[in-house]
């Protein structure tokens, strides 16, 4: 095979698992190729999703939507107390706090 003809191949093996909407893993154990060979190939043939791709994977935000029920300042350190608080956390928290 002439690598021109490998490169395309190897494109249309990576464009076939996307249509396929299934995880690397799963397809990958289909077609018998290994999930980073695949990976390989993604990254080289698009190099930008795979970016972004991975912006969104390891990348979530975080956002406060509890308003806290008590706030306890201690020597210029506030502890926000929320609903379904850990009693124990807190304990060992204000027992920090007072050793300081």
Do not use: A
């Amino acid at each position: 095979m002439s690598k021109t003809k490998n490169q395309e191949w190897k494109k249309k093996k990576v464009l076939e698992w996307k249509k396929s909407e299934k995880s690397i893993r799963g397809w990958c154990l289909e077609k018998s190729i290994s999930p980073s060979t695949l990976r390989y190939w993604r990254d080289i043939f698009f190099p930008k999703e795979t970016k972004t791709k991975l912006k969104k994977d390891f990348f979530t935000e975080v956002k406060e939507e509890t308003v806290s029920k008590i706030e306890i300042e201690i020597k210029g350190i506030t502890i926000k107390i929320f609903e379904n608080f850990d009693e124990s956390l807190l304990k060992k928290c204000l027992s920090t706090i007072r050793s300081l």
